[in-house]
């Protein structure tokens, strides 16, 4: 239940707004979560404190800006940095910092390292500019490394006097909601700062608040309507919010249309997995309607929520079996990141470790070279684990390569998915128990 504190804040709010918005009432899919998130447990963070002090300093005409929308956009992938300038000098100092923190080497641990260590070197020479910096933080920020995060805070207020901008805070507050351990007083304290040196919150500031929010998100999200705050940029965290307080998809749906966001791949894979959480015996109907309406055509992202969602409920070869089908279905042209996602979900799976193994190697096998490293050295340390003699970089033998061949012919849907194993063929059962079904 609510404290006296939250009832207390919850009524002044809606009253406020009720008077802005007249007879305006507030849509059902908030309403919905309001009501799921009396009895849900609530977090560590005072987030109507948070959404209200963020409301005090939010000015009425925000800025646009496109900050959000490119902190989730995914790094370009490098195999190797760039060798430092021939020159080193203030200007390529920082375009050599900048390059190298806007890049993702996630197949290379070796890379990963060397860019952290350069990093830090670069950041002691002193000439580093504000851009720079926001550029090296966002780094860290992405991988939620909060005490190198701070530490280049520190350093641009201690040491070379650079001030922030409205970016740097935006970023400290995507880091702050997004580490397990803050507190509000630290959350709070940034608004401090950002008031201290006449800072004002841009529309990426609402965003990056609302996306971290785990319960009292729906209070921002009204704020947002009621401001009229463009909202296709978090349209896919819409869908994921409202989802985890379990509003229902068709709610969801109806939500996104009253406020024409309901359109593009993106917002559909993000409805398409709320219909697996919520109502998987719908979830066809939905792409078959938005196929017929919009000309859906799945992508990777699509194949892969179902290998997840399967997974996740601990029935892997149907993870498999979908992934293959949709690979077909969709006419993927990646279909080996499917395989990766198996591999990451196989991680923590407990079988025999014949099983374990054999399993491992064949996903490994089917995603070719898009294994990222971190993700490759744990398969391997688990392997090791299980069998000290497993060599993870020896040639597949030839029992191997056929038993590959048989999970890849009998997991193969002729038709529509069997999602009943024991509507399968006796091949597909026979597979599933001497592979997937034997535990330790």
Not at 2 to 17: A, D, E, L
Not at 172 to 191: A, G, H, I, P, R
Not at 244 to 256: A, E, H, N, T, W
Request: with cysteine; aromatic share 12%; glycine share 2%.
């Amino acid at each position: 239940m609510f404290t006296s504190h939250v009832r207390y804040f919850w009524f002044h709010w809606r009253v406020g707004y009720r008077t802005i918005t007249r007879l305006n009432q507030v849509h059902p899919a908030l309403e919905y979560q309001l009501s799921s998130t009396e009895k849900a447990a609530r977090t560590s963070l005072d987030e109507t404190k948070i959404i209200e002090t963020l409301k005090l300093i939010t000015p009425s005409g925000l800025v646009q800006d496109v900050q959000y929308s490119n902190f989730r956009k995914p790094k370009p992938i490098k195999l190797y940095p760039l060798p430092p300038p021939k020159s080193l000098e203030k200007h390529s100092i920082n375009e050599y910092a900048r390059d190298l923190a806007e890049s993702n080497y996630q197949y290379s641990l070796q890379a990963e390292n060397y860019i952290d260590q350069t990093l830090q070197d670069l950041i002691s020479t002193g000439v580093l500019n504000l851009q720079t910096y926001n550029c090296i933080l966002e780094h860290y920020v992405r991988k939620v490394i909060y005490h190198r995060s701070k530490l280049i805070k520190k350093r641009m207020d201690d040491d070379d006097n650079v001030e922030p901008d409205i970016q740097t805070y935006n970023l400290l507050l995507q880091l702050y909601l997004k580490y397990d351990k803050t507190k509000t007083e630290s959350v709070m304290s940034l608004f401090e700062k950002m008031k201290k040196h006449n800072i004002e919150p841009n529309l990426s500031s609402l965003y990056f608040v609302y996306s971290n929010l785990k319960q009292m998100n729906h209070l921002l999200l009204e704020h947002m309507t009621v401001m009229k705050v463009p909202l296709e940029n978090i349209n896919t965290v819409i869908v994921k919010h409202m989802a985890q307080s379990g509003v229902p998809p068709k709610l969801i749906l109806r939500f996104l249309e009253d406020h024409k966001i309901h359109r593009g791949i993106p917002v559909n894979n993000a409805m398409i997995e709320a219909y697996l959480q919520l109502e998987p015996e719908s979830v066809f109907d939905y792409i078959h309607q938005i196929s017929e309406n919009e000309g859906f055509q799945g992508n990777t992202k699509t194949a892969k929520l179902f290998v997840s969602h399967y997974c996740t409920k601990g029935e892997p070869y149907f993870g498999l079996s979908y992934g293959k089908y949709l690979a077909e279905k969709f006419r993927l042209t990646n279909a080996e990141e499917i395989y990766v996602t198996m591999l990451s979900h196989h991680l923590n799976v407990a079988l025999a470790a014949e099983q374990w193994i054999a399993l491992a190697r064949y996903y490994y096998y089917k995603a070719r070279k898009l294994v990222p490293a971190k993700l490759k050295s744990q398969i391997i340390a688990r392997s090791l684990t299980l069998n000290s003699n497993a060599n993870f970089s020896e040639e597949f033998t030839k029992d191997e390569m056929q038993t590959f061949r048989n999970i890849d012919t009998i997991f193969k849907w002729k038709g529509a998915p069997i999602p009943k194993l024991s509507d399968n063929t006796p091949e597909y059962q026979k597979l599933v128990e001497e592979y997937f079904i034997k535990s330790c």
